[in-house]
C-alpha cells in the first residue's frame, strides 16, 4: 500500500485526518514535536522520546513520535522498538532513552510510563530516573 513521507511543513490537515503518523525529529526540525509530553526530559543533551498515543487528527487513528535532542539521539529510541510484545503484555506509552541506554539498556532510561485516559500524565502512572531501580530481580 501507498505510504507518504512528507517534510512536516507539507503535511496538510487532510493527511493528518486520513492516515496514521509517524513524526520523526524535534520541536526544531518538526514542528509537531512540541506538543510531546515531558520536554524537559527528552531535550536534554542525548536524550530522546519515543511515544504512542492517539492521533489528534484522525479518528481511531494513531501517532507515533520519536523526537530527541538529535537525530543521533532519536536512533537510540530503535533499542527498545517495538514497544509492543507479541503477546501484547508489555505495552509502555512512552519512554525516555539517554546515552546510557546502549550499555544499560532500561538503566539508560530517563523516564517510561503510560498516560491517563485522557491522554495527558494528570495519573503520573510513569518513572523518572534510572529503570532498572524498578524492576523486579
Given at each position: 500500500s501507498f505510504?507518504?513521507?512528507?517534510?512536516?511543513?507539507?503535511?496538510?490537515l487532510e493527511m493528518k485526518k486520513k492516515y496514521n503518523l509517524i513524526l520523526l525529529g524535534n520541536g526544531t526540525r518538526n514542528r509537531h514535536a512540541i506538543t510531546l509530553p515531558l520536554k524537559e526530559l527528552w531535550q536534554r543533551k542525548g536524550a530522546a522520546?519515543?511515544?504512542?498515543?492517539?492521533?489528534?487528527?484522525?479518528?481511531d487513528g494513531l501517532l507515533l513520535a520519536v523526537a530527541g535532542s538529535s537525530a543521533e539521539a532519536e536512533?537510540?529510541?530503535?533499542?527498545f522498538l517495538p514497544m509492543v510484545?507479541?503477546?501484547?503484555s508489555a505495552h509502555l506509552d512512552f519512554l525516555i532513552t539517554?546515552?546510557?541506554v546502549k550499555k544499560l539498556a532500561w538503566g539508560g532510561l530517563a523516564a517510561a510510563g503510560f498516560y491517563s485516559n485522557q491522554w495527558d500524565l494528570t495519573n503520573h502512572d510513569y518513572v523518572e530516573g534510572d529503570?532498572?531501580?524498578?524492576?523486579?530481580?
Open positions: 505510504t507518504p513521507v512528507v517534510k512536516d511543513s507539507e503535511l496538510t522520546i519515543v511515544t504512542v498515543r492517539p492521533s489528534p487528527w484522525k479518528k536512533l537510540q529510541t530503535a533499542e510484545e507479541r503477546q501484547n539517554t546515552p546510557e529503570l532498572s531501580l524498578h524492576l523486579k530481580h
